[in-house]
């Protein structure tokens, strides 16, 4: 089955016509002027979130194109050829099917297959979590999760963000580096008797997450650790492999879960085991809530939908190369770089699903930091940097904090004036992007002592913000499980969506490939010093390498 290309489509044209009428100059404080009803019009309400789209670089007529384009591409029906089962993953000839890890008993593709393997997880980590914490050996305290790329980064985001509902007498660990010193610095605070490693590679094979497993091996051994069977569990296909490492405990997934998407398989046992059953539970049925919501809102109360035609809009039309995403909740700061890796490894692609060398760019550079961090980091350039990034903030109305139980009234009280205080910095960030100041207004402003040396119309200028600068708010209640799993399907099916109006195969990461197949190539050769047949960089560098 093939689809339209949004650059072959009538609205694309008309697109481009609107950008240099009118597109091009838009002015959100103008927008707001003429449109006292652009928040209310523009505020889209999905399951466990409202995003406020109104500082968005986009009016009406944008949007009637984008929707319209969004049809001639026939993205209802691309959407529901993935979420039916069919291989719109064709250079693997692959479904895309992680929308069916959530769907509930007897719903969505191969139902029985998933339901038997949660089913089985879970019972495994209850049976692990009934006894977590104690000082018995074999009582776990840490878990070590073991992965790299979707195997890591998914369920590195999730426990900490989640922290209010982790159990309280285990500790999480993340070892995903190939540098010795990520599993050293974790091992060396750790008993054999009380770790839990989980090993997740689907093939059992990823070169950096075997070299950490065997390491992680050799160090439960010289440490006196005692059956491996029981401190040591894999989520891979692999069985076999698995059982000549000593590991008799696996939970397995299957190839229609691409690495990126698969936190809701065994991927997740960590999530698991951090959160419980009720609570893992929970976080599926809201990401499959969010699954409703896209399979069968009309586009033009889809949410997904929305983001995803702005990220075209912006990318081929704005010239924004990136966007940063400002979480103002600590409990979310590895969201950032789990995005990276969905946008980025999805879209970051250079012909169509046909092979076709594209004529625009796709994936937009993905980034963030926590809110108030960022403000002393990188928001400067924000605000008066020459390049225009949209920025995404993420704002909860409520705090979630694993508060001890003897919590006094008057930290309770800080702690709450603290959330504020939060709330209060990424409303004022947003609303300083959009309005700026002006010269003149900087200028009526009390001029630092030390600048005296300097004529007060140059610190003014100095003082500027130029304003009109784009951002969204999403606005969650809490962050829970049920809200988290929402909001990580929500950006699943947002770069689905830009992905399939650009035309291309959001499923497959080709581009990873060429580096893993030159390091295996290379990885003899810092052994041997044989450069014979390379190019005369890397062979400088070897010999660099291997001089004493």
């Not at 949007?63 to 064709?90: K, P, T, V, Y």
Request: aromatic content about 8%; glycine content about 8%; charged content about 20%.
């Amino acid at each position: 089955m093939t689809f339209p290309r949004c650059d072959q489509t009538v609205a694309w044209s008309a697109l481009a016509g609107h950008f240099e009428a009118h597109g091009r100059e838009l002015d959100l404080r103008q927008l707001f002027a003429d449109n006292p009803d652009r928040v209310h019009r523009l505020s889209i309400q999905a399951p466990e979130m409202l995003c406020d789209l109104s500082r968005s670089h986009w009016d009406v007529t944008t949007q009637r194109h984008l929707f319209d384009m969004a049809r001639e591409c026939r993205l209802e029906a691309h959407r529901d050829a993935m979420l039916s089962g069919q291989a719109i993953n064709q250079t693997e000839g692959r479904a895309v099917l992680h929308t069916a890890l959530r769907a509930p008993k007897g719903q969505g593709p191969h139902s029985e297959l998933v339901h038997e393997v949660l089913e089985r997880m879970l019972a495994y980590v209850d049976g692990v979590r009934l006894t977590a914490g104690g000082t018995a050996p074999g009582q776990i305290t840490d878990v070590v999760n073991i992965g790299i790329g979707g195997s890591d980064l998914g369920p590195q985001m999730v426990v900490p963000a989640l922290d209010a509902f982790v159990h309280p007498g285990l500790t999480f660990h993340f070892v995903s580096n190939a540098d010795g010193q990520d599993l050293a610095s974790v091992l060396r605070r750790l008993r054999p008797e009380h770790t839990l490693f989980v090993i997740a590679s689907k093939t059992f094979t990823t070169q950096e997450t075997m070299a950490n497993a065997q390491a992680a091996k050799q160090w439960f051994l010289d440490e006196g650790g005692q059956d491996i069977a029981q401190h040591f569990v894999a989520t891979t296909t692999n069985v076999a492999g698995a059982a000549e490492f000593g590991i008799t405990t696996t939970f397995g997934f299957w190839d229609w879960v691409g690495g990126r998407f698969s936190m809701w398989s065994s991927i997740g046992l960590p999530i698991a085991l951090a959160l419980g059953s009720t609570h893992f539970k929970a976080m599926l049925a809201g990401a499959h809530a969010m699954d409703q919501h896209f399979a069968q809102a009309p586009l033009e109360s889809n949410l997904p939908v929305y983001l995803g035609m702005l990220d075209v809009w912006y990318r081929n039309f704005k010239g924004y190369t990136s966007r940063c995403v400002a979480p103002y909740h600590h409990g979310l700061r590895r969201l950032p770089a789990y995005l990276q890796q969905l946008v980025m490894e999805s879209n970051g692609k250079g012909v169509d699903a046909q092979g076709e060398s594209l004529p625009y760019a796709t994936s937009e550079v993905v980034w963030g930091e926590p809110g108030t961090n960022g403000q002393h980091a990188f928001f400067q350039m924000l605000h008066q940097g020459l390049d225009v990034i949209p920025v995404e903030f993420i704002l909860v109305k409520r705090a979630s904090y694993r508060a001890p139980a003897s919590l006094s009234p008057a930290l309770r009280n800080m702690w709450d004036q603290q959330h504020h205080v939060l709330l209060a910095n990424g409303l004022a960030q947003a609303q300083a992007l959009m309005w700026g100041k002006t010269a003149e207004q900087a200028l009526k402003e009390a001029v630092p002592t030390a600048s005296q040396a300097m004529p007060p119309e140059v610190i003014a200028r100095h003082r500027a913000f130029p304003g009109n600068r784009p951002s969204m708010t999403l606005l969650l209640d809490e962050v829970t499980p049920r809200s988290l799993g929402a909001l990580i399907a929500l950006h699943e099916h947002r770069t689905f969506v830009s992905g399939a109006l650009w035309g291309i195969n959001s499923f497959d990461q080709w581009g990873v490939e060429l580096g893993k197949a030159m390091c295996k190539e290379l990885l003899p050769r810092l052994a041997s010093g044989d450069t014979s047949g390379l190019d005369a960089a890397t062979a400088a560098m070897i010999g660099r390498l291997r001089s004493s």
